[in-house]
């Protein structure tokens, strides 16, 4: 069965711009896979923890070795890692904040980087684990960083989040970026109008698959 993994990362919940894109994305998914199945995590609402010693210590235990409370420890991770195995397709809410991804969508990235489980280096070179899996990258930004802007090199979310899925694996990637957003908050745009022509873009995106 087909199955889409929607990772949400916006604060803002109905007003965010990101959520709404992958809300249509899931829409046209949903059409074009009628028995496939969506698994979707909002990152606004699941606390995850940071990386700890404790955590670092249980994650390069081997598996067999570990004590319960390793376990236990590594529980959140091995749960959305186990997220990603089971999708053969995903899509990302991205809010740009202060040039780079929230804080929340890190914490998610660290708990699901592991060693063996997503990545390994057994071979001697870095190989990514998430294999024959593709990813589209919904991203909403105030400003515009068109690589054609003078801005654009104040964008760490393309560049992070390409190299990081495509050491994870994941270099079937696609963004579309909904850049300008601040023109909402002062009123310059109308909200429909803005969100037309990337509303477009994802309905595209699915008719040349
Ligand atoms: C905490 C925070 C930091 C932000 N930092 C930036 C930024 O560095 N550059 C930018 O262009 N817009 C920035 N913005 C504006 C957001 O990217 C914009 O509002 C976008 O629509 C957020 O996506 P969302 O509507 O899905 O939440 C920031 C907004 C917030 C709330």
Redesign the pocket.
Known sequence: MATLLQVDS???GD???????TKEFVEHWRKANPNGKVISRDLSTISLQPVTGAWIGAAYTPEDARTPAQREILAASDSLIADLQAADEYVF????????I?STLKLWIDQIARANKTFSYANGTPEGLLKGKKATFLV??????DATTAMAS?NFVEPYLRTVFGFLGVTDTKFIS??G??A??YGKVDRQAFLKPHVESIRAHFHAA
């Open positions: 916006s604060p803002l007003a965010s711009i990101s959520r709404q894109l809410g991205v809010p740009m904040h202060n040039f780079a929230p909403a930004s105030g400003g515009n960083y104040f909904a850049g957003a601040a909402l908050n």
